[in-house]
């Protein structure tokens, strides 16, 4: 792979985990209350998400699940040699996967409450 080739998979990189981490709110206006980022080194990407929607101030109307993954395979496939790269623009737009499921506002402040419960304890170098 070529230098120009490499700094292109590395701003594509870049380029997805910004998305990633900017989020898909699925109205625009709705509130994210958590976001979980997977970024494992040698497979796809994947941000959980869930927001909220409310009608009224201190009410929770209904939430909605966010699963974003960037396929990681298709878009690398892109520099594999560079009569392929050719084929692709000069900036490669991650190609990322969305799925979205409603969820039960009974159960999002289940879990939303169960996470403020958790305590993480950090170790003090002489505990390992």
């Known amino acids: 792979m070529e230098q120009q080739e490499r700094e292109q998979l590395v701003d594509l990189r870049t380029r997805a985990l910004n998305t990633l981490k900017k989020g898909f709110s699925p109205t625009g206006s709705d509130v994210r209350r958590l976001q979980l980022l997977e970024i494992p080194s040698f497979e796809a990407w994947t941000s959980f998400e869930l927001y909220d929607h409310q009608v009224e101030p201190d009410s929770l109307s209904s939430s909605t699940l966010v699963l974003a993954t960037w396929k990681t395979e298709s878009d690398i496939e892109k520099f594999r040699d560079p ?22 506002s009974a159960i999002t402040k289940k879990i939303l409450a169960e996470l403020n419960e958790l305590n993480v304890q950090a170790l003090d170098r002489e505990d390992h």
């Open 83 to 104: 009569g392929t790269r050719l084929r692709y623009p000069a900036v490669v737009e991650p190609t990322i996967e969305m799925l979205t499921r409603p969820l039960d």
